[in-house]
């Protein structure tokens, strides 16, 4: 082996991002050449808890990793999550709601689609079948499935804090991740390449490649490489978060779909898990006092879960940065998660960040430092540009909106819209979202998401000139799946309850 | 006894049947009724085995799932291991019921004592409005398509007898073990 190949990664940080980094590249390396994978975590820092949605690559990561879907879903209190409801975000009035679900719309032409669908039922509902099962809580499989497949896409909610310990388990266990307990006090480099991190208590820990998971401390990229940062605040405003959790009763339906409901300074999340339900309101503190966030949060407990005592629930607040880093590969190290940057969790985009960054990771791992440089620039250049188009397709929810508080204004002022956003907005007025708009092969928000969010959000669909009736066929075939489905499917509860139940009685039904 | 009862929407809107295949759902039978409309695809998987019913001296038909009372030897891991369900099976738990004065439409009933009919996973009948879902519209169907094809075998098998088609045999099959 040469002197500089790459054989020990350290990993700066647990959490998510850290654990989850330690199991997918440990997996991917199985069947070659062993990495020896090194994980440093401080033990007295508290886990964040806001990224509790994923997105549908967690079911293709899990199974990559070796984590069999019960065995997940128990372990961190999971449920299925397939899409996000958006409340009031268009008027605010009474009704106002519409659905970004996972399942693409029927396929053909989109502009056909458009003319055929009546606006009788919502965009969501004519094209895909998951709208239904959604507003029925409907779970998106049948026990009986092999893990990981559905009738329709599905992702999952999760208690981030069991996620990082089943990872974490699943990392020391199966892969043998070696696991260091203690605080990183200092970094030793040479030549523009860690060497090692220095620790308060298990000296010098040396390394080929190391992984920034340190969280907003940024403790490699950041403080020891300087890479800038790079504020988006003035796209997106929000940057405060009051969070709780609320214990739901025994048997009560567990929704199928993130709800993001808006009010007048930003918008709260819902998002329900078999026990309890996480609920937090982001807020622009230009827009709003803590005290009135609070009011906010505590006013859409009581009207959404009444028999809750609210005064009882001692929300958490969380202020957040919003922006990335100028480069998320530098040298020898990446930053992966929190340390790369971090938008609102709006469209749950936080893990699957760490996911496509891990993906990306692992099937370009430098051999050597010859390869380092390039691999760097061509890994800064995508992630650039994933960075860009989630802010964009954040910003996009807002511009859409009708709504006349001044936060709302202010989301919608011309000065704060990136220039790419408002041109593909005229271009939208003429044809529907394309893949042309959207080339990469891995778009977390392809054309199709936009699609759900223009056309559930009231935006006027281009003129179409051709014949429809192949899409009226494909919008009644829809509408036949749905029912369909949602005789046959059983519901989130009964599904959950089931793998939750205490083994002995999960024996005795099988048996 | 039996509990049947009539389907309706509000009672039964939020039941759901189990359409999976297992001996506790009712599947650990040696064979059922089979009617003359669905022979072709019967006889494709099973053998069809005539009974006469000694008192009455007309003729039934039989599709043969095992050899002995309780043995289905298309059941295999929870799975119906044949192309075809006949009719008859296939509707459970679901029966044909006629109200005995009135006129003669046929009514969809359930037997509510049916294993399939007291689970959380299962398919519904209704949907959360009420309308009858296509499972639902799927089974009155074949309750139709039975009904009618189980009335007009009396004709068949007339004619079997007339022509004297049928004759007695006994069945003797050689096990794996010998025996």
């Known amino acids: ?511 | 006894m039996n509990k049947h009862v009539i389907l309706d929407n509000i009672t039964h809107r939020d039941l759901r049947v189990s359409i999976d295949a297992a001996a506790d759902l009712g599947d650990a039978v040696m064979g059922c009724l089979t009617v003359p409309s669905e022979f072709r695809q019967v006889q494709a998987h099973f053998p069809i085995v005539f009974r006469r019913d000694l008192e009455s001296d007309n003729f039934s038909a039989l599709a043969l799932f095992g050899f002995e009372n309780g043995e289905n030897l298309f059941l295999e891991d929870g799975r119906w291991d044949a192309g075809y369900k006949p009719l008859a099976h296939d509707i459970q738990p679901f029966l044909i019921g006629r109200i005995e004065s009135g006129d003669q439409i046929p009514q969809v009933h359930i037997d509510m004592d049916h294993p399939r009919t007291n689970g959380t996973h299962g398919v519904r009948l209704f949907d959360p409005e009420g309308a009858p879902t296509p499972y639902l519209e799927i089974i009155a169907e074949k309750l139709g398509a039975l009904d009618t094809a189980y009335r007009e075998s009396g004709a068949f098998f007339e004619a079997l007898k007339r022509y004297d088609l049928l004759e007695p045999f006994s069945l003797e099959v050689p096990l794996n073990d010998g025996s």
């Open chain 1, 1 to 511: 082996m040469e002197s500089n190949g790459i054989k020990r990664v350290v990993i700066v940080g647990g959490g998510t991002a850290g654990w989850l980094s330690a199991c997918v590249l440990a997996a991917a390396r199985r069947c070659g050449e062993a990495l020896n994978i090194t994980l440093i975590e401080a033990p007295d820092i508290p886990a964040i808890g806001v990224g509790e949605g994923t997105w549908p690559t967690m079911r293709g990561t899990l199974q990559d990793i070796g984590i069999g879907e019960q065995e997940f879903l128990r372990s961190c209190s999971g449920s299925f999550k397939q899409g996000s409801q958006f409340n009031n975000w268009v008027s605010g009035s009474a009704g106002d709601s519409y659905l970004h679900p996972f399942t693409p719309p029927a396929t053909g032409d989109m502009g056909a689609l458009l003319t055929a669908w009546d606006g009788k039922k919502s965009f969501a509902e004519a094209v895909s079948a998951q709208a239904t099962l959604v507003s029925q809580h409907l779970s998106p499989r049948q026990s009986s499935m092999p893990d990981y497949a559905g009738a329709v896409n599905y992702a999952y909610h999760l208690d981030a804090g069991k996620f990082a310990a089943l990872l974490a388990r699943h990392a020391t266990g199966r892969f043998g991740v070696r696991h260091i307990a203690d605080k990183v006090t200092d970094v030793q480099a040479d030549s523009g390449m860690i060497a090692a991190v220095v620790t308060a208590a298990n000296g010098v820990i040396e390394g080929d490649f190391f992984i920034d998971c340190s969280g907003h401390a940024a403790l490699l990229i950041g403080t020891h490489y300087g890479v800038a940062w790079m504020d988006r605040s003035n796209i997106l405003l929000n940057d405060r978060a009051m969070a709780v959790q609320v214990p739901v009763m025994a048997g009560s339906e567990i929704a199928s779909v993130t709800v993001a409901t808006a009010h007048r300074a930003g918008w709260i999340w819902d998002i329900g898990l078999p026990e309890r339900r996480g609920i937090g309101c982001v807020y622009s503190s230009r827009f709003a006092s803590d005290d009135e966030a609070t009011k906010i949060l505590r006013n859409y407990i009581t009207e959404k879960m009444p028999e809750t005592d609210v005064n009882a629930l001692a929300p958490r607040r969380l202020t957040f940065p919003t922006g990335h880093r100028e480069q998320f590969w530098r040298g020898n190290c990446v930053a992966i998660g929190l340390s790369a940057g971090f938008l609102e969790p709006l469209e749950a985009s936080a893990i699957v960040m760490i996911e496509l960054s891990l993906k990306a990771l692992s099937a370009n791992f430098p051999r050597s430092r010859k390869s380092m440089d390039f691999l760097a620039g061509r890994f800064n250049a995508l992630f650039r540009y994933r960075w860009d188009r989630i802010i964009e397709f954040l910003k996009l929810h807002y511009l859409l909106s009708q709504r006349s508080e001044p936060y709302w204004l202010a989301q919608r002022d011309p000065a704060s819209i990136p220039e790419r956003l408002n041109a593909l907005l005229a271009l939208w007025a003429e044809q529907p979202p394309s893949n042309w708009d959207f080339p990469q092969s891995e778009e977390i928000f392809p054309a199709e998401s936009h699609q759900y969010i223009l056309y559930g959000m009231g935006f006027a669909p281009p003129p179409f000139v051709g014949d429809a009736s192949a899409a009226s066929t494909r919008i009644k075939d829809i509408s036949h799946r749905a029912r369909s489905l949602a005789a046959a499917l059983p519901t989130n509860r009964a599904v959950l309850d089931l793998i939750n139940s205490p083994q002995p009685d999960k024996a005795e039904c099988l048996a």
